[in-house]
Each structure stands twice: as structure tokens, then as C-alpha cells.
């Protein structure tokens, strides 16, 4: 087993996930995982050191909770998923005496307030209003059109929809008529719309301590919401001294003096670069998993490192390597969406088994046969994994997969 | 080259099977489980790739320390049952079946001893594997369960590969006394394709060989013996099997007695063992060529009824063994044989369409089918004729092979015992027109003219006769269902009659409710299958022809498997004095385990050769078609109500469990 070492504090980690526990595991930081009760049955019997909570409601409590990790000789507290983000706001600003962090966190939680602060800092974004009901969504999707110079009849430039406090493409829907706005529900209300860029999606994920990017990777998505790779292909590296300026305006705007952050920007043909929104979390799709495999460092961590007070600039310049330069080939994953109405069972195509670039998948057998309707973007079923030396031919086999059934 | 074709396919997968491997060995105890999931899918890759296993076997102590068996019942090897492997190996999760792949996998390893393993010693393991492999001899010996063959798994493959390589690792002692009992069971259901047994008896014959020393004069050694010697050895002069060209010079040599006694021991070793010699096919050849034919009836065996047969037919039967009798298809001497003892030639269509058969030319397209599926060494016209001839000899030895034509079988076995003369008509439109018409409420159907049916190719895991008829019946069978898609009911209630012959009841019961496929009015379809087929209920009728029937058949679970077609041949007392129903199954072997104690029995309760049977009660529980000639019955007997409650309840613990 790992020996921990005692000259340092211990970190909270909130949310429960097997592979950043694994990861703690295996590191020298000593930790409490802070979870709901549904998971302390697997933790006492694996002696994870466990603290059970629920996360459902930010309320007075917080600071009940607080004090007990700070009883427990916490330095920092770590959110997993978006659920948790201002509670490790909460939490660290009682821990380390700083009210500005909870306010922060609410910040990284309202893709609204988010925006505008970027706006106010001078980063660029585009076209986005909040929207209350139906008529908003109507009334900024014909507004953007009119921009364009479009007359009655051509078909519109699309509009996004996204809720305000979900992760990633939950709750993300791209409007183009009246009819997709009569699709939405009353409690998808109220949410952000957003002008639709013509461009290049990418993700960044950037661990940041005192207030430097200690390591900065770009992801390639290649159909948003399906498939994405990292080290990205040389054409968007290219790019990289400009996302590392815009990374530090972040830095800059968002005042984030540590902690780990990922951002989401377009860029259009004219290089130039806009900002999409930014989570303080842990990406979905597994990009950790994907940069693990690409560079063999643990993403989960380099977390820890770079929320960790104690940890020092020779750990983390010792711990990361250099980016696109180190990295073994290029990892990517594709998100399954079952194609048909009905299913039966998992089958994996066999041009996919029998690429030399597959490597596993992650996808369960169906529960139910009938497919519920994707609404917005909706949640896949499963990721499959591909690793190989071409990032090109990597691109061009993750486009493949949507037109593939793994699910009949 | 293909080493390094094969290379290029594995190293890939080798390359992600180590990356994850060393994921799963660093991983904390409680990351494990998020690992093995993953190992497993790599682990499946192997397992299908030809050379897989070859990688695997190397790794097996790593992966076992990495942790893949960790929190799961496979933890503890020594507690493990084989009983348990062959259902594990049929599971439709294909994580589940790569574990176990890989945990016979360790079993090899700790019993060839590369691999220790507290708790379980090699000789342990090697026990555990000789129980498995004799468990799981049907996947050995190629023979496919109705059940295995609706639910192919992707993994069926890389299993039976798997499984064959432990036999050749462990050998087969220990689980040769099941091998050849196993063997005996098949082969005491006649079957007309004894090519998979064969290479078992073969697998015994070396294994004999090999390890001499180590068998005593049991009963096994005698029952290997027997099989051995009837394939290799069946007389005196072939005794040390000396090669053909040897055996015909010792037969050139022999004087009148010595050849006697060959005639009757050929005779004795293939009906003793429904096996034939290929030293059989040369001495019959050699007696006629040599102008010695009196010496054919006794090579035949025959009694005195086929001896009447060869007889009057004598020209006719010397024909058909010149043609048919060659090596590589001396099986058709027990068709013959069996053939003349039917008295079939009597009917006076027969004998003139059997010349019409060795006078045809065949198409090109059934000479082609025939050399795709048994090769070229005979001609595709003796390899037809011998076809025939078994098919007429042991009409219920047919099999449908790993092919959905359950009902092609079924119909070709059907014309072959009811009404030959039939089948040897369709079998001439097809070898010289390529077409097989047949009427459909008086619509002719074209063979040529259908698209394909169920079977998507020309089977080739079949007899000479199916590979030349099936693709026809298929389609046929195929567009009588379009016809009647629209009406409502179950097809067959239509199809049956017009398919199989003008004897199939046009009175149709049914179990199920065609739209709901929910049970309707199952009392009554019980009470009436007993005064309709139960002597002890209509009047003590007997079944008069062979009638199809419709089975849901279920696994060793009383799990619903498909729906599958029989043929109903006798109903009668067997010796201990329950009534059973004996039926044909147009799978390749019908001793089936259909759950909750209906064990289908192929020999020992009165079953004449290639009949399964099952006591009455509980072959009705099965039962969801059957067909009636409408005729009223002398004298019906009331079916009690325990009896039927008995047989309902069977039914519904297991097919019909979902459809109250």
C-alpha cells in the first residue's frame, strides 16, 4: 500500500467515484471521501475513509460540515460533479478563511452569471440572453436571424438552449424553428440562450496553482456531445499560445487562485477565439481517463495537487509532463446513443472490435427495450475507448462510430 | 505471409489487453471492480481471435493476481463445481463467459502445473477439467442443441476452440469412459451423419494409443473397443487396420470360408454399432466385382425379410451399391441394408424411380452444392445416391444440421417413411430443373422463382438429400407463410397439411392465442390432444402416419426457448407400462434436457432407432400445435382433471409461465 505522507494535510473529495478513489489510493495524500449515505456500505468494507453526506441542498449545514473536516485536519475540499462545486465553495471558504471562494463558486454554477462576468472582463463571447418562458426562446431566435440579414423563409441560423446550472450537455438543446421551442418542458425553464458560432469546439482542461496554469490540455471534440481526443490534432495545437492567453484572462477574470477548471471555447475561421462556458470540475466524457492513457499521469492526482495548499511548485513541476510533447499517441472516446426506437441488446459493430485502434468499451446491456426519446442532447449510454499514433486517423474512426448500431 | 497477417491483428489487441491489464494489477482494492470490466472485453477479443488463446495462456498468472477474479465466485477456484462451467459457458453476458474462459484457463495452467494455486492441487485441476470437458462433450463433438443454436453467442466460437484445447492439453482420460458413452447414446439414434462421431472415436482411438498402459479391461476399454474396431477393424483380416489395398490382396487370397466369415462380421460390427467400415464398402465392392454376390446379403446382415427384398431386386440393389458404396461413403451400406429391410421396394413406384435416380444427370448448380458441402473425392451423383439411400434406410436419421430448417427436415424424414416415392419425385425436379414446384390451395409454387427462406445459404453441415432439397422446401415453406400472413391464425394451420402430404389432420388445436400469445383455452387443447393421440383415451387407436406437431421448447432450466418443429410417430405402452409418445426431432441429437425432470429419452424405453420419447403427460406439457383427422373416435375416455392440472402446472412453471 501507498504510504502517505504525514508532513502534509489531508483533502476532502466530494462526490463518489471509484477511479479517483483508486487514485487517492495509490498517491501519498492522506483523504476523506465526503458522499452520500448510499455509499458507506462499499467504503467501510474497502476501509475508505468516509464521511456521508447529502449534497441535495446548499443550506445552513454547510458550515456544520465544514467544521467537522476541518476537525478532521482538511485543508481543501475537492468537487466531483457540478452538483457539488459551490459546496466545495462553502466549504473552503470556512477552511481557508476566504468568503470570496463561495462566491466564486456560484459563479462556476449559473452559466448566465458566468457569462456575464466573462463579458464584463473582456473576453469574448457570443450573443446569449436569459431566457423565462416560450416567447424569450422565440423572440432571440428571430432577433439573431434578423442580425444575419436572413428574410422570411430562409432557414434559420440555430440557437442554444442550455439550463443554467447543469453539466455539460444535460438540458443542451439547439433550437432552430418555433416547433423545437414548443418542444421544451415548463421546468426547463428558466435557461440561457446563445447565438450559434460557426467554428472549432474544443475543451481545455488547465490545472492551476497560484494563479499559474501548471498543465494545459487541449480536447478535440469531433461531433460535440459524441466523441472527443486528446492531444488534439497539430492543426488546433497551433492555436495553443493563444489559448494559454486566453486561459490566464480566465485566471485574471474569474480570480482562480488554484484548483482545476474546464473551459469550453469556439474558434472561428479567423482565429478568432470565443468563450463558451467553464465548469470547476472534473470534465464528463472522461477526458482523465483519456489523458491517462495518452500521457500516463493521473488527472485525479494532478487535483489534488493543485487544490492541495501544502503542495509545492517542485512536486507539481516534477509530477507533469509536457504537453502534446510526452504523449504516447492520442486517446479518444464516443458516447453511444442507441440509434434505434427498440433494443435488445448490446452489440459491439465488429468494424469497431477489429480496429487496431479499439481498445474497450464501457457500455451496459440494455435495461429496457423501448429507447426514451432524446430530449436536448440527452446522457449517452456509454463510452468507448480508442487509442492509436494518428490523430487524423483517430478523428476520422470516432466520426465513424455515429454511424454505427451498438444497440440492436 | 500469414504469421505475420495474424501479427498485425493481435498485436493490436495485445497492446490494449497489457495497457489494461496493468490498470486492473495497480488498481486498489477498491478500484478493481471498475477495471475488470474492461479486462474482460480485452480478454474477449483474444479469446475470438484464432490465436488468442496462445496469448492469453502465458498471462493467465498475471491476470489472476491483477486482481480479475477478485470479488467474484470465481475468488476460490477450489470451490468452484464444474456442473456449473457448461451453463456459465452458454450465458448471454459475454464478460461472464470470458471469465470463465479464463478460469479454465487457470485450471490448465495449475494442472499442467506451470501455475500453483493454494487450495487446489494439479491433479485437482485436472479432475475439475477432464469433469468439465465430459460435461460439455455436445460442444466437443459439434453436435448443436436446438437451444444452443437459437441462442448463438458471439463467444460460441472461441469456446468450443477453447474447450478442444483443453482436451488436447489434458488428454482424454478420465473423460474418455463419458466420451464413449456419450458417443454409444448418439449412435444408438441412428444417425445418418456419423462424420463428428467418427473424428471422436478417432480422438478415443489415438488417446487408447497413447496412453495404453493406463486403461484396464473395463467396460469403457471394451465399449471404445468395439466403436474402434468397427470403424477400423470390424473382421479378421482388416483386424490390425491394414489399408485397403492390403485388405482387397487378403480377400484375393482368402478361400470361401474365410470370406464367410468376413460377410458375417462386417454384417455384425455395423448393426451392432450403426457404423460402417470403410473395409466394408471394399469387400462388398469385391464380392461383386469378383462374381461372389451370394456373399452380399450376408455382408448386409440382412433378416428375412430384406433377404426376400435383395432378392427380388437383386439387379436394382447390385446397381445401387456400385454406385453408391465407395470409400468416403460406405455409410450407405447400412442404408441399403436398413432400406431392403423396410420392404419399401415392394411399392411398385419404387424400384423404377430408384433407376430413374441412377440414370440422372444432375445441374450443375446440384453438382456444385454437392462438392461444396462433401468435397470431390466421390462424385456428386454417388455422393446423392449413397444420400439417398441412408435417408431411406433410417428415415428418422436425419438431421437439420446447424440450419433453421427444423421443418425441411422434418418434411423430407416424413416423405421418406410415409411416402418415398414422393421424396424421390421432388428430388428429380430439383437434380434436373433446378425447381421444386409444389401447390398451395392449388396455387403452384416455384422454387426457382421464391427468394430465399429462412436458410440464407445451401446448408453444408448436412446429408447428400438436404443439400439438394432444403434450399427448395425452404423457400417454398417461406412463401406458403407470406401466403397466409394476413389471416390470423398460425400459419402451419395451413402449411402443415399442404407442405408435408395429404395425411396431416386438417383439424389444427392450438395452445396459444396467436395476437396475445397468451394461453387459450389450455384445458381443452390438453383434454383433446388425449382423445385424439392416447389409446387409452381414443378408443386404443394408434397414430396411423407420422403428424407434425409444434413443440416450445425449453432449456435444462424449463427456460422458453423457440418454437420448433417434430413429427408425432407412435403412441404406445413402453415396457414398464406408461404411455409415451415417440417422435422425431429434426435436430441432430434429440436426447434433450428440457428442464424440471422432462428428460427426452433416446433409448431404453421401447424407442426404435432414431425415435426420442417422453411419457405422455409429459410430452403434452410441451405440446403447443398439433393436427387431428377430424375423425370421431370409437369410444372416448373423459381425461381426468389431475391429469390435466398435472400437465398445466408443467407447462406453466416453464414456457408458459408469461402467458396466463
Given at each position: 500500500?501507498?504510504?502517505?505522507?504525514?508532513?502534509?494535510?489531508?483533502?476532502?473529495?466530494?462526490?463518489?467515484s471509484?477511479?479517483?478513489?483508486?487514485?487517492?489510493?495509490?498517491?501519498?495524500?492522506?483523504?476523506?471521501?465526503?458522499?452520500?449515505?448510499?455509499a458507506?456500505?462499499?467504503?467501510?468494507?474497502?476501509?475508505?475513509?468516509?464521511?456521508?453526506?447529502?449534497?441535495?441542498?446548499l443550506?445552513?449545514?454547510?458550515?456544520?460540515?465544514?467544521?467537522?473536516?476541518?476537525?478532521?485536519?482538511?485543508?481543501v475540499?475537492?468537487?466531483l460533479?457540478?452538483?457539488?462545486?459551490?459546496?466545495?465553495?462553502?466549504?473552503?471558504?470556512?477552511?481557508?478563511?476566504?468568503?470570496?471562494?463561495?462566491?466564486?463558486?456560484?459563479?462556476?454554477?449559473?452559466?448566465?452569471?458566468?457569462?456575464?462576468?466573462?463579458?464584463?472582463?473582456?473576453?469574448?463571447?457570443?450573443?446569449?440572453?436569459?431566457?423565462?418562458?416560450?416567447?424569450?426562446?422565440?423572440?432571440?431566435?428571430?432577433?439573431?436571424?434578423?442580425?444575419?440579414?436572413?428574410?422570411?423563409?430562409?432557414?434559420?441560423?440555430?440557437?442554444?438552449?442550455?439550463a443554467?446550472?447543469?453539466?455539460?450537455?444535460?438540458?443542451?438543446?439547439?433550437?432552430?424553428?418555433?416547433?423545437?421551442?414548443?418542444?421544451?418542458a415548463?421546468?426547463?425553464?428558466?435557461?440561457?440562450?446563445?447565438?450559434?458560432l460557426?467554428?472549432?469546439?474544443?475543451?481545455?482542461?488547465?490545472?492551476?496553482?497560484?494563479?499559474?496554469?501548471?498543465?494545459?490540455?487541449?480536447?478535440?471534440?469531433?461531433?460535440?456531445?459524441?466523441?472527443?481526443?486528446v492531444?488534439?490534432?497539430?492543426?488546433?495545437?497551433?492555436?495553443?499560445?493563444?489559448?494559454?492567453?486566453?486561459?490566464?484572462?480566465?485566471?485574471?477574470?474569474?480570480?482562480?487562485?488554484?484548483?482545476?477548471?474546464?473551459?469550453?471555447?469556439f474558434?472561428?475561421?479567423?482565429?478568432?477565439?470565443?468563450?463558451?462556458?467553464?465548469?470547476?470540475?472534473?470534465?464528463?466524457?472522461?477526458?482523465?481517463?483519456?489523458?491517462?492513457?495518452?500521457?500516463?499521469?493521473n488527472?485525479?492526482q494532478?487535483?489534488?495537487?493543485?487544490?492541495?495548499?501544502?503542495?509545492?511548485?517542485?512536486?507539481?513541476?516534477?509530477?507533469?509532463?509536457t504537453?502534446?510533447?510526452?504523449?504516447?499517441?492520442?486517446?479518444?472516446?464516443?458516447?453511444v446513443?442507441?440509434?434505434?426506437?427498440?433494443?435488445?441488446?448490446?452489440?459491439?459493430?465488429?468494424?469497431?472490435?477489429?480496429?487496431?485502434y479499439?481498445?474497450?468499451?464501457?457500455?451496459?446491456?440494455?435495461?429496457?427495450?423501448?429507447?426514451?426519446?432524446?430530449?436536448?442532447?440527452?446522457?449517452?449510454?456509454?463510452?468507448?475507448?480508442?487509442?492509436?499514433?494518428?490523430?487524423?486517423?483517430?478523428?476520422?474512426?470516432?466520426?465513424?462510430?455515429e454511424?454505427?448500431?451498438?444497440?440492436? | 505471409?500469414?504469421?505475420?497477417?495474424?501479427?498485425?491483428?493481435?498485436?493490436p489487441?495485445?497492446?490494449?489487453?497489457?495497457?489494461?491489464?496493468?490498470?486492473?494489477?495497480?488498481?486498489?482494492?477498491?478500484?478493481?471492480?471498475?477495471?475488470?470490466?474492461?479486462?474482460?472485453?480485452?480478454?474477449?477479443?483474444?479469446?475470438?481471435?484464432?490465436?488468442?488463446?496462445?496469448?492469453?495462456?502465458?498471462?493467465?498468472?498475471?491476470?489472476?493476481q491483477?486482481?480479475?477474479?477478485?470479488?467474484?465466485?470465481?475468488?476460490?477456484?477450489?470451490?468452484?463445481?464444474?456442473?456449473?462451467v457448461?451453463?456459465?459457458?452458454?450465458?448471454?453476458?459475454?464478460?461472464?463467459?470470458?471469465?470463465?474462459?479464463?478460469?479454465?484457463?487457470?485450471?490448465?495452467?495449475?494442472?499442467?502445473?506451470?501455475?500453483?494455486?493454494?487450495?487446489l492441487?494439479?491433479?485437482?485441476?485436472?479432475?475439475?477439467?477432464?469433469?468439465?470437458?465430459?460435461?460439455?462433450?455436445?460442444?466437443?463433438?459439434g453436435?448443436?442443441?436446438?437451444?444452443?443454436?437459437?441462442?448463438?453467442?458471439?463467444?460460441?466460437g472461441?469456446?468450443?476452440?477453447?474447450?478442444?484445447?483443453?482436451l488436447?492439453?489434458?488428454?482424454?482420460?478420465?473423460?474418455?469412459?463419458?466420451?464413449?458413452?456419450?458417443?454409444?447414446?448418439?449412435?444408438?439414434q441412428?444417425?445418418?451423419?456419423?462424420?463428428?462421431?467418427?473424428?471422436?472415436?478417432?480422438?478415443?482411438?489415438?488417446?487408447?494409443?497413447?496412453?495404453?498402459?493406463?486403461?484396464?479391461?473395463?467396460?469403457t476399454?471394451?465399449?471404445?473397443?468395439?466403436?474402434?474396431?468397427?470403424?477400423?477393424?470390424?473382421?479378421?483380416?482388416?483386424?490390425?487396420?491394414?489399408?485397403?489395398?492390403?485388405y482387397?490382396?487378403?480377400?484375393?487370397?482368402?478361400?470361401?470360408?474365410?470370406?464367410?466369415?468376413?460377410?458375417?462380421?462386417?454384417?455384425?460390427?455395423?448393426?451392432?454399432?450403426?457404423?460402417?467400415?470403410?473395409?466394408?464398402?471394399?469387400?462388398?465392392?469385391?464380392?461383386?466385382?469378383?462374381?461372389?454376390?451370394?456373399?452380399?446379403?450376408?455382408?448386409?446382415?440382412?433378416s428375412?425379410?430384406g433377404?426376400?427384398?435383395?432378392?427380388?431386386?437383386?439387379?436394382?440393389?447390385?446397381?445401387?451399391?456400385?454406385?453408391?458404396?465407395?470409400?468416403?461413403?460406405?455409410?450407405?451400406?447400412?442404408?441399403?441394408?436398413?432400406?431392403l429391410?423396410?420392404?419399401?421396394?415392394?411399392?411398385p413406384?419404387?424400384?423404377?424411380?430408384?433407376?430413374?435416380?441412377?440414370?440422372?444427370?444432375?445441374?450443375?448448380?446440384?453438382?456444385?452444392?454437392?462438392?461444396?458441402?462433401?468435397?470431390?473425392?466421390?462424385?456428386?451423383?454417388?455422393?446423392?445416391?449413397?444420400?439417398?439411400?441412408?435417408?431411406?434406410?433410417?428415415?428418422?436419421?436425419?438431421?437439420?444440421?446447424?440450419?433453421?430448417?427444423?421443418?425441411?427436415?422434418?418434411?423430407?424424414?416424413?416423405?421418406?417413411l410415409?411416402?418415398?416415392?414422393?421424396?424421390?419425385?421432388?428430388?428429380?425436379?430439383?437434380?434436373?430443373n433446378?425447381?421444386?414446384?409444389?401447390?398451395?390451395?392449388?396455387?403452384?409454387?416455384?422454387?426457382?422463382?421464391?427468394?430465399?427462406?429462412?436458410?440464407?445459404?445451401?446448408?453444408?453441415?448436412?446429408?447428400?438429400?438436404?443439400?439438394?432439397?432444403?434450399?427448395?422446401?425452404?423457400?417454398?415453406?417461406?412463401?406458403?407463410?407470406r401466403m397466409?400472413?394476413?389471416?390470423?391464425?398460425d400459419?402451419?394451420?395451413?402449411?402443415?397439411?399442404?407442405?408435408?402430404?395429404?395425411?396431416?389432420?386438417?383439424?389444427?388445436?392450438?395452445?396459444?392465442?396467436?395476437?396475445?400469445?397468451?394461453?387459450?383455452?389450455?384445458?381443452?387443447?390438453?383434454?383433446?390432444?388425449?382423445?385424439?393421440?392416447?389409446?387409452?383415451?381414443?378408443?386404443?387407436?394408434?397414430?396411423?402416419?407420422?403428424?407434425?406437431?409444434?413443440?416450445?421448447?425449453t432449456?435444462?432450466?424449463?427456460?422458453?426457448?423457440?418454437?420448433?418443429a417434430?413429427?408425432?410417430?407412435?403412441?404406445?405402452?413402453?415396457?414398464?407400462?406408461?404411455?409415451?409418445?415417440?417422435?422425431?426431432?429434426?435436430?441432430?441429437?434429440?436426447?434433450?434436457?428440457?428442464?424440471?425432470?422432462?428428460?427426452?429419452?433416446?433409448?431404453?424405453?421401447?424407442?426404435?432407432?432414431?425415435?426420442?420419447?417422453?411419457?405422455?403427460?409429459?410430452?403434452?406439457?410441451?405440446?403447443?400445435?398439433?393436427?387431428?383427422?377430424g375423425?370421431?373416435?370409437?369410444?372416448?375416455?373423459?381425461?381426468?382433471?389431475?391429469?390435466?392440472?398435472?400437465i398445466?402446472?408443467?407447462?406453466?412453471?416453464?414456457?408458459?409461465?408469461?402467458?396466463?
Amino acid at each position: 500500500m501507498q504510504t502517505k505522507d504525514p508532513q502534509k494535510g489531508y483533502i476532502a473529495i466530494l462526490g463518489w467515484s471509484l477511479r479517483c478513489i483508486d487514485a487517492l489510493e495509490k498517491f501519498d495524500r492522506r483523504y476523506v471521501i465526503v458522499a452520500p449515505q448510499w455509499a458507506e456500505d462499499y467504503a467501510t468494507q474497502h476501509n475508505i475513509p468516509f464521511v456521508s453526506w447529502d449534497f441535495e441542498r446548499l443550506n445552513d449545514r454547510s458550515f456544520e460540515i465544514s467544521a467537522k473536516l476541518r476537525e478532521m485536519g482538511v485543508d481543501v475540499a475537492i468537487p466531483l460533479f457540478e452538483e457539488t462545486v459551490e459546496w466545495a465553495g462553502a466549504i473552503n471558504s470556512v477552511l481557508m478563511d476566504n468568503p470570496r471562494l463561495l462566491g466564486q463558486s456560484m459563479l462556476f454554477r449559473d452559466k448566465s452569471l458566468m457569462k456575464r462576468r466573462a463579458q464584463l472582463g473582456g473576453i469574448r463571447v457570443g450573443i446569449f440572453e436569459e431566457a423565462m418562458d416560450h416567447t424569450d426562446v422565440i423572440r432571440f431566435l428571430k432577433r439573431v436571424n434578423q442580425t444575419l440579414l436572413k428574410l422570411d423563409g430562409d432557414p434559420n441560423d440555430p440557437i442554444h438552449f442550455k439550463a443554467f446550472d447543469k453539466a455539460g450537455c444535460l438540458g443542451h438543446r439547439v433550437i432552430r424553428s418555433p416547433d423545437d421551442v414548443a418542444a421544451i418542458a415548463d421546468d426547463e425553464f428558466p435557461a440561457l440562450l446563445e447565438s450559434h458560432l460557426d467554428g472549432w469546439e474544443f475543451a481545455v482542461e488547465a490545472w492551476i496553482k497560484d494563479r499559474k496554469i501548471q498543465f494545459l490540455n487541449i480536447s478535440e471534440y469531433v461531433t460535440l456531445g459524441y466523441s472527443v481526443f486528446v492531444p488534439a490534432t497539430p492543426e488546433l495545437e497551433k492555436y495553443r499560445a493563444k489559448i494559454t492567453e486566453q486561459i490566464e484572462k480566465l485566471i485574471e477574470v474569474f480570480d482562480i487562485d488554484f484548483g482545476f477548471i474546464h473551459p469550453e471555447y469556439f474558434v472561428t475561421n479567423d482565429g478568432t477565439m470565443y468563450f463558451g462556458e467553464v465548469a470547476y470540475r472534473p470534465p464528463g466524457f472522461n477526458a482523465f481517463e483519456l489523458m491517462e492513457r495518452a500521457y500516463g499521469f493521473n488527472a485525479y492526482q494532478a487535483l489534488v495537487l493543485s487544490f492541495d495548499p501544502k503542495a509545492t511548485q517542485e512536486e507539481l513541476d516534477a509530477f507533469f509532463p509536457t504537453p502534446v510533447k510526452d504523449a504516447l499517441g492520442h486517446a479518444g472516446c464516443f458516447g453511444v446513443y442507441p440509434r434505434r426506437r427498440v433494443v435488445s441488446e448490446l452489440s459491439i459493430p465488429s468494424e469497431t472490435e477489429d480496429d487496431p485502434y479499439f481498445e474497450f468499451h464501457e457500455l451496459a446491456p440494455p435495461m429496457e427495450s423501448k429507447v426514451t426519446k432524446r430530449t436536448a442532447f440527452g446522457t449517452h449510454w456509454g463510452l468507448v475507448y480508442f487509442f492509436g499514433e494518428d490523430p487524423h486517423r483517430l478523428r476520422d474512426l470516432l466520426k465513424a462510430q455515429e454511424e454505427l448500431d451498438f444497440y440492436v | 505471409m500469414t504469421t505475420s497477417l495474424q501479427d498485425e491483428t493481435l498485436n493490436p489487441i495485445l497492446r490494449s489487453f497489457d495497457h489494461v491489464l496493468s490498470q486492473l494489477s495497480t488498481a486498489s482494492s477498491a478500484g478493481k471492480a471498475t477495471y475488470q470490466g474492461r479486462m474482460l472485453d480485452t480478454i474477449k477479443r483474444l479469446l475470438k481471435h484464432p490465436h488468442g488463446i496462445a496469448a492469453i495462456e502465458p498471462r493467465i498468472r498475471e491476470l489472476d493476481q491483477a486482481g480479475i477474479f477478485d470479488g467474484t465466485d470465481w475468488a476460490v477456484p477450489s470451490s468452484l463445481v464444474p456442473g456449473m462451467v457448461g451453463n456459465t459457458l452458454r450465458m448471454a453476458d459475454s464478460r461472464t463467459v470470458a471469465l470463465e474462459c479464463v478460469s479454465l484457463l487457470r485450471f490448465l495452467a495449475v494442472a499442467r502445473e506451470t501455475q500453483s494455486q493454494p487450495g487446489l492441487p494439479a491433479e485437482h485441476a485436472r479432475h475439475f477439467l477432464a469433469q468439465v470437458l465430459a460435461l460439455n462433450l455436445d460442444r466437443i463433438l459439434g453436435a448443436h442443441h436446438e437451444a444452443a443454436r437459437v441462442k448463438a453467442g458471439e463467444l460460441d466460437g472461441a469456446v468450443d476452440r477453447l474447450l478442444k484445447h483443453i482436451l488436447a492439453s489434458v488428454g482424454t482420460e478420465g473423460i474418455l469412459g463419458q466420451l464413449v458413452d456419450e458417443v454409444w447414446r448418439i449412435l444408438r439414434q441412428r444417425p445418418i451423419q456419423v462424420d463428428h462421431v467418427k473424428s471422436m472415436i478417432l480422438q478415443i482411438a489415438l488417446a487408447m494409443n497413447e496412453q495404453q498402459q493406463g486403461f484396464s479391461a473395463s467396460d469403457t476399454r471394451l465399449g471404445a473397443d468395439r466403436l474402434i474396431s468397427a470403424l477400423f477393424g470390424p473382421t479378421q483380416l482388416s483386424r490390425e487396420d491394414p489399408g485397403l489395398q492390403t485388405y482387397r490382396d487378403r480377400l484375393g487370397a482368402a478361400d470361401t470360408g474365410t470370406l464367410q466369415a468376413e460377410a458375417t462380421g462386417m454384417a455384425r460390427a455395423m448393426h451392432d454399432t450403426g457404423l460402417v467400415s470403410d473395409y466394408h464398402g471394399a469387400f462388398l465392392r469385391f464380392v461383386l466385382e469378383s462374381g461372389q454376390s451370394y456373399l452380399v446379403s450376408d455382408a448386409l446382415g440382412l433378416s428375412s425379410t430384406g433377404l426376400d427384398s435383395f432378392r427380388c431386386y437383386q439387379a436394382l440393389v447390385q446397381q445401387l451399391i456400385d454406385v453408391a458404396v465407395r470409400p468416403g461413403t460406405a455409410q450407405a451400406v447400412l442404408g441399403i441394408a436398413l432400406m431392403l429391410e423396410r420392404g419399401i421396394l415392394y411399392s411398385p413406384p419404387i424400384a423404377p424411380s430408384l433407376w430413374r435416380l441412377l440414370g440422372a444427370r444432375l445441374t450443375p448448380n446440384c453438382e456444385a452444392g454437392l462438392i461444396a458441402a462433401f468435397g470431390a473425392d466421390a462424385t456428386p451423383h454417388q455422393r446423392l445416391v449413397a444420400g439417398v439411400m441412408m435417408l431411406l434406410g433410417q428415415p428418422l436419421g436425419i438431421g437439420q444440421g446447424n440450419n433453421p430448417t427444423c421443418q425441411s427436415a422434418r418434411a423430407l424424414s416424413m416423405w421418406a417413411l410415409n411416402d418415398p416415392d414422393y421424396l424421390l419425385w421432388q428430388l428429380a425436379q430439383a437434380t434436373s430443373n433446378d425447381r421444386v414446384i409444389m401447390h398451395f390451395e392449388g396455387q403452384p409454387l416455384d422454387s426457382a422463382l421464391l427468394p430465399a427462406g429462412l436458410a440464407l445459404h445451401t446448408p453444408l453441415d448436412a446429408d447428400p438429400v438436404s443439400v439438394v432439397l432444403v434450399p427448395h422446401l425452404d423457400r417454398i415453406y417461406a412463401e406458403m407463410g407470406r401466403m397466409v400472413a394476413g389471416r390470423g391464425e398460425d400459419p402451419h394451420r395451413w402449411i402443415n397439411p399442404e407442405l408435408h402430404g395429404w395425411w396431416v389432420g386438417r383439424e389444427f388445436h392450438i395452445a396459444v392465442d396467436i395476437a396475445t400469445g397468451k394461453l387459450h383455452e389450455y384445458d381443452q387443447f390438453i383434454r383433446d390432444f388425449h382423445t385424439s393421440y392416447n389409446p387409452m383415451h381414443n378408443g386404443n387407436e394408434p397414430v396411423i402416419h407420422p403428424q407434425p406437431a409444434g413443440i416450445a421448447v425449453t432449456d435444462s432450466q424449463g427456460t422458453f426457448v423457440g418454437w420448433h418443429a417434430i413429427s408425432i410417430i407412435r403412441v404406445a405402452l413402453d415396457q414398464s407400462g406408461g404411455m409415451r409418445v415417440y417422435f422425431f426431432n429434426p435436430n441432430n441429437d434429440s436426447g434433450q434436457d428440457w428442464g424440471h425432470g422432462i428428460i427426452v429419452s433416446t433409448h431404453g424405453n421401447g424407442e426404435r432407432l432414431g425415435e426420442a420419447s417422453l411419457p405422455f403427460a409429459q410430452f403434452t406439457s410441451r405440446l403447443y400445435i398439433f393436427h387431428d383427422d377430424g375423425l370421431k373416435t370409437a369410444s372416448e375416455v373423459p381425461v381426468s382433471d389431475d391429469e390435466v392440472v398435472t400437465i398445466r402446472e408443467l407447462a406453466l412453471q416453464s414456457w408458459a409461465r408469461n402467458r396466463l
